[in-house]
T-cell receptor
Framework: DAGVIQSPRHEVTEMGQEVTLRCKPI?????LFWYRQTMMRGLELLIY????????DSGMPEDRFSAKMPNASFSTLKIQPSEPRDSAVYFC??????????????FGPGTRLTVT | AQSVTQPDIHITVSEGASLELRCNYS??????LFWYVQSPGQGLQLLLK??????LVQGIKGFEAEFKRSQSSFNLRKPSVHWSDAAEYFCAVSYSGGGADGLTFGKGTHLIIQP
């Protein structure tokens, strides 16, 4: 398997623009997580899905952020409008959440977002 | 709410020397504990995890960690570090084992290896 795939790897955009980050989880995994990494706050969970359904979005910072998972092989994280404080590395991770598996979360390489 | 503290922001170790990275957690029930490593520009890779049973767990790349409930700690150790071990190390905790809920991470420890 190719692992968790994220695109783009780098994104530079201007304040006020819409940004869409994409994630393809490992085939067969039923959980998908979005994390954000910043120097100030470290790694934070934003939202996670089980079988394409959002389970906990309490980490989403504000209404400018939205996430979807239209099918088992694709998820998006959208920021509209973007602000400079959204600059961070965004990670997607996937896992088997079912007993009998290792429960390990496999992380993608991340998308480095810079908002100017 | 669960939380993780990694008290050392940076640690410098000579190549070939032993290593211990500290991790303390705050959690009201039996924790599921993890150590991840992040190389520059890369995602996170799981080194090892503790769910139950033997409190000394072995991981990849020669790392091990010991769970001490009385001290709420899960320190990572390696007997002899290599230059390739230079990276950022994160301790994490979850309610359910990490597969079925999100991880709470510490702020990380940056490991520098001196030749």
């Amino acid at each position: 398997d190719a692992g968790v795939i994220q695109s783009p790897r780098h994104e530079v955009t201007e304040m006020g623009q819409e940004v869409t980050l994409r994630c393809k989880p490992i085939s067969g995994h039923d959980y998908l997580f979005w994390y954000r990494q910043t120097m100030m706050r470290g790694l934070e969970l934003l939202i996670y899905f089980n079988n394409n359904v959002p389970i906990d979005d309490s980490g989403m910072p504000e209404d400018r952020f939205s996430a979807k998972m239209p099918n088992a092989s694709f998820s998006t994280l959208k920021i509209q409008p973007s602000e400079p404080r959204d600059s961070a590395v965004y990670f997607c991770a996937s896992s088997h959440g079912t007993s009998g598996y290792s429960y390990e979360q496999y992380f993608g390489p991340g998308t480095r977002l810079t908002v100017t | 709410a669960q939380s993780v503290t990694q008290p050392d922001i940076h640690i410098t170790v000579s190549e070939g020397a032993s290593l211990e990275l500290r991790c303390n957690y705050s959690y009201g029930a039996t924790p599921y504990l993890f150590w991840y490593v992040q190389s520059p520009g890369q995602g996170l890779q799981l080194l090892l995890k503790y769910f139950s049973g033997d409190t000394l767990v072995q991981g990849i790349k020669g790392f091990e960690a010991e769970f001490k409930r009385s001290q709420s700690s899960f320190n990572l150790r390696k007997p002899s570090v290599h230059w390739s071990d230079a990276a950022e190390y994160f301790c994490a905790v979850s309610y359910s084992g990490g597969g079925a809920d999100g991880l709470t991470f510490g702020k990380g420890t940056h490991l520098i290896i001196q030749p």
